[in-house]
DNA sequence: TAGACGTGGCA
DNA sequence: TTGCCAAGTCT
C-alpha cells in the first residue's frame, strides 16, 4: 500500500509542469467553465477550442445568453453534436438568470438540479470553479483509476462509478478542482486507451496494473450496442428562382435542426403528400452517402425534383421554407445535411 | 437499466 | 473500411 499523500503530491507536480493550455483553464467564470465543460462531454479537447471561444464571445454572460433564442444557440453549437446538450444548457442558464440571480449556485446540491448537468458535470463544476470536494469520474478516470488498483469491474456500472466517487473522495478534500483536472490529464496524455506511455507515467510505481501486466486489458466495459441501419431518401426540391426546399425535423434526433426532406426509404412517398402536389421525382438518385451516428447508419440516397411548376407560389406545411442556397448561414444544419449541400451546390 | 443521442480522430 | 474512443446525460 502507497501513501495517498505522495501519490497526489506527485500527480499534481506532473499536472503543473505538463498541463496542455486551454482557453478555459484561464478563467475562473462558472459560467465559462460550466460551458467549457458541457462542451467536452463525448468530444475532444481540439474540437472544442473554436466552438468555446466563439460561444463566449457571443454569449459573454448569462444574462446573454438567457435572452437568446435556441435557433441561434443552435448555431453556434452546430457540428459539434450531441445537440440537446446546447438545449439544455441553454434551459439550464434561462434558470439561473431567473431563479439564482444570474449567478452559478456554489451549492452542489442545488446546481445539480439544473438540467443537463449529471455527476460528471454536477463534480467537475463546482470543484474547479468552487474548490467543492468532489470526485470527477469520466472515461479518463475510470481508465486512470481501474489500472491504478488493477480493477476490473465493469465501468459502465452505476455501481462501478459510485464505488469510485467515494474511493477517490480522500484525495478532494482539498485542490479537489487540480487533482480532478490532473487525473484526466493523465489519462489524456499519458494513460491513454491504446499504447499508454507506462514508461513516462509519473505515478507508475504506484500502478497495480503496470506492476501485474494488465494495462491493456483495462478497463473493462460491458455494453456494445450495434448499429442499425436505415436506408433514407433525400430530396432536393429547387422551384423556379434557384431556391431549394427545407424542413424542420421534429424528432428526438437532431431536433429542430433543419434538412432537405427526408424519409425512410420505405415512406418514401411522404414528400409528395406533404406538399400536396406531384413533383417529378428522378428516378435514379443523383448523389449517394452513408452517415455515422454512435448508435446507426444512415444510408442516404438523393434525389433531385425537376420540376416546372412554381412551388413559390404553392401554400407550404409548417416548418418548410424556401431557402436561397446563399442563405445556408441562416439556419442549423447536421453535418449530413451540409455533405449534401455542399455536392448540390456545384450544381446551382 | 439499456439504449438514444453527433461528430471527428485514429489504428 | 470498421470499430473504438473522446472531460456524459436523459429517459
Redesign the pocket.
Given at each position: 500500500m502507497y501513501s495517498e499523500a505522495n501519490f497526489k503530491s506527485k500527480l499534481i507536480h506532473w499536472f503543473d509542469e505538463n498541463?496542455?493550455q486551454?482557453p478555459?483553464?484561464e478563467t475562473t467564470n462558472p459560467y465559462y467553465i460550466w460551458l467549457?465543460?458541457?462542451m467536452?462531454?463525448?468530444?475532444?479537447?481540439?474540437?472544442v477550442r473554436e466552438y468555446y471561444l466563439k460561444f463566449i464571445n457571443r454569449f459573454p454572460t448569462i444574462s446573454d445568453l438567457s435572452k437568446a433564442e435556441e435557433d441561434e444557440v443552435l448555431k453556434y453549437w452546430?457540428?459539434?453534436?450531441?445537440?440537446?446538450?446546447a438545449r439544455?444548457f441553454h434551459t439550464?442558464v434561462k434558470d439561473v438568470d431567473e431563479n439564482h440571480a444570474a449567478t452559478v449556485p456554489r451549492d452542489p446540491e442545488i446546481f445539480k438540479k439544473?438540467?443537463?448537468?449529471?455527476?460528471?458535470?454536477?463534480?467537475?463544476v463546482m470543484s474547479?470553479a468552487f474548490d467543492q470536494p468532489l470526485a470527477?469520474v469520466?472515461?479518463?478516470?475510470?481508465?486512470v483509476w481501474s489500472r491504478l488498483n488493477n480493477d476490473n469491474r465493469d465501468t459502465?456500472?452505476?455501481?462501478t462509478r459510485k464505488a469510485y466517487e467515494i474511493e477517490l473522495s480522500p484525495y478532494v478534500q482539498s485542490q479537489s478542482g487540480t487533482f480532478n483536472?490532473a487525473m484526466?490529464?493523465l489519462?489524456?496524455l499519458v494513460c491513454?486507451?491504446?499504447?499508454p506511455l507506462c514508461l513516462f507515467c509519473p505515478v507508475q510505481q504506484h500502478c497495480e496494473a503496470f506492476e501485474q501486466g494488465t494495462v491493456s486489458e483495462l478497463?473493462v466495459?460491458?455494453?456494445?450496442?450495434?448499429?442499425?441501419n436505415v436506408k433514407q431518401h433525400v430530396y432536393i426540391i429547387k422551384n423556379l428562382n434557384d431556391e431549394v426546399l427545407i424542413e424542420k425535423r421534429k424528432?428526438?434526433?437532431?431536433?429542430n435542426?433543419w434538412e432537405f426532406p427526408m424519409y425512410e426509404a420505405t415512406a418514401s412517398e411522404g414528400i409528395n403528400q406533404a406538399l400536396n402536389i406531384d413533383i417529378p421525382i428522378s428516378t435514379t438518385p443523383i448523389k449517394h452517402l452513408?452517415?455515422?451516428?454512435?448508435?446507426?447508419t444512415w444510408d442516404i440516397d438523393v434525389f433531385e425534383a425537376k420540376t416546372a411548376v412554381d412551388h413559390t407560389k404553392t401554400e407550404l406545411p409548417e416548418e418548410m421554407t424556401w431557402m436561397k442556397m446563399t442563405d445556408k448561414e441562416m439556419y442549423n444544419?447536421?453535418?449530413?445535411?451540409?455533405k449534401i449541400y455542399e455536392f448540390i451546390k456545384k450544381q446551382f
Open positions: 498541463q496542455r486551454m478555459w483553464r467549457s465543460e458541457v467536452l462531454q463525448q468530444t475532444q479537447v481540439n474540437t452546430e457540428g459539434l453534436g450531441y445537440y440537446s446538450r439544455n439550464a439544473l438540467k443537463g448537468v449529471g455527476p460528471y458535470t454536477q463534480a467537475a474547479i470527477t469520466d472515461g479518463n478516470v475510470f481508465r459502465k456500472l452505476q455501481s483536472q484526466m490529464e489519462g489524456a491513454t486507451p491504446k499504447n478497463p466495459k460491458s455494453k456494445k450496442i450495434k448499429k442499425k424528432a428526438k434526433l437532431l431536433n435542426m452513408k452517415h455515422q451516428f454512435t448508435h446507426l444544419f447536421p453535418v449530413s445535411m451540409t
